[in-house]
């Protein structure tokens, strides 16, 4: 093995394959100007970018996009940056930000880890969302899941003091792995008591979380508070 793949950092996704609809092409080659923001721009200000100081909201991984324009489209008085991996999403979320004419809303395309070293100052989020994350469910790929004591550590000091992490998973295993991670972190609270699963909170159910209850799947969600 050389240096370099030993020195190569634990990606918690893959970029998967997938052909792009003519919308979804459309919608990147047309609406990425508009609505996409680049790494290589550096700090993001959200003044500059939605020309307003609101409450901003940073969502990790969110897939094809429906649950973050609907929570945009509900809670106009935040602003909300989303970042995923996966170019069919990018087309699918650029096409219905147009469509729903939203002005809260912009999108990232790229490693969630690299985007909050270079693109948020300190004490600059003030809510965090990653539902859904790859499970990894295989025991010997654990160490690929993405709430893993490090990262924590990093949302933490992008986060300001009051700010909300918020966690959700179908996976009873990850679940569980979420809670031992957040519970031992001294840098955030639980909001629905030691040990407790969230059962209140302002989440849009998902297709990937319609499908997954259709299939009998269980839902956890932790609400942790940055101290």
């Not at 634990?10 to 680049?38: C, D, F, H, K, M």
């Not at 945009?72 to 096409?95: F, K, M, N, Q």
Request: proline residues 4%; negative net charge; aromatic residues 8%.
């Amino acid at each position: 093995m050389t240096e370099e793949l030993r020195n190569r950092p634990i990606r918690s996704y893959v970029v998967r394959g997938g052909r792009l609809t003519p919308s979804q092409e459309q919608a990147i080659n047309t609406l990425w100007p508009v609505y996409g923001l680049e790494k290589d721009q550096g700090l993001i200000k959200r003044e500059d970018v939605f020309e307003r100081s609101a409450e901003l909201v940073f969502e990790i991984g969110f897939g094809m996009g429906d649950s973050l324009v609907a929570m945009a489209a509900e809670h106009p008085e935040r602003d909300y940056i989303g970042i995923d991996v996966h170019p069919p999403g990018i087309g699918t979320i650029l096409r219905d930000i147009k469509i729903a004419d939203l002005k809260n809303l912009r999108v990232m395309q790229g490693d969630a880890m690299e985007v909050l070293q270079t693109c948020f100052e300190d004490n600059e989020l003030d809510r965090v969302q990653i539902f859904f994350p790859d499970p990894w469910h295989k025991k010997r790929h654990h160490k690929r899941r993405m709430i893993q004591p490090a990262f924590v550590s990093e949302l933490a000091a992008k986060m300001r003091s009051g700010g909300i992490l918020h966690l959700a998973t179908d996976w009873e295993n990850y679940a569980e792995q979420m809670m031992e991670v957040m519970s031992a972190s001294e840098q955030f609270r639980n909001l629905a008591g030691e040990g407790n699963f969230a059962e209140d909170h302002e989440r849009v159910e998902t297709k990937f979380e319609r499908r997954g209850r259709r299939l009998g799947h269980g839902v956890w969600d932790l609400l942790f508070e940055k101290k």
